[in-house]
């Protein structure tokens, strides 16, 4: 797909179009972030109109309590027990994840784990993305506008490293 053709989709396609003109897709990120990790249930991109997109990370928060062990970790990884340790995980998943993207602009830079089991039923999404946007707007706000200081059952990743072009 090239960049007439991405321009002439809708807004909700998925796509994020940065401020500086640079198209973002999701979809390979959030394929390969799935694959890695077996809490997620649901990522979310967001960054219309920004200067770094932002992933909201939706984990299946029944695995906090009782781990599916049917599907093995990854060496080294371990079962988290709650949002914040699922956070320390994620922070190197996310970080492996934008290495293995080929796009550079697809990479997310920064992203929120929110602990929100009222948006699925029976693991089914019962919540649109848009309103799940909606829903989230002030804390988007917040960490475009540098607050990261959290409440509730959150934790912010920020994916940059030293030496990347984030």
């Known amino acids: 797909m090239n960049n007439s053709d991405i321009n002439s989709l809708p807004p909700s396609d998925g796509i994020v179009r940065l401020i500086n003109g640079e198209i973002v897709d999701p979809e390979e990120f959030d394929k390969i972030m799935k694959l890695n990790c077996h809490y997620i249930q649901h990522i979310v991109v967001t960054g219309n109109d920004r200067f770094y997109p932002l992933a909201l990370i939706f984990p299946d928060a029944n695995l906090f309590s009782d781990p599916d062990y049917e ?13 914040t340790e699922l956070g320390k995980c994620l922070t190197g998943c996310m970080r492996l994840a934008n290495n293995e993207l080929e796009n550079r602009t697809d990479r997310i830079q920064k992203g929120i784990i929110i602990n929100d089991n009222t948006i699925f039923e029976n693991g089914i999404q019962v919540v649109s993305d848009d309103q799940l946007l909606e ?11 540098g607050k990261t ?11 940059k490293q030293i030496g990347s072009f984030l």
Not at 71 to 83: A, D, H, K, Q, Y
Not at 149 to 159: A, F, G, K
């Open 149 to 159: 200081v959290l409440v509730n059952d959150t934790y912010y990743i920020n994916s």
């Open 71 to 83: 599907i093995t970790p990854l060496e080294g990884c371990f079962c988290p027990r709650n949002t």
């Open 135 to 145: 829903k989230y707007a002030s804390l988007i706000e917040d960490i475009y506008s």
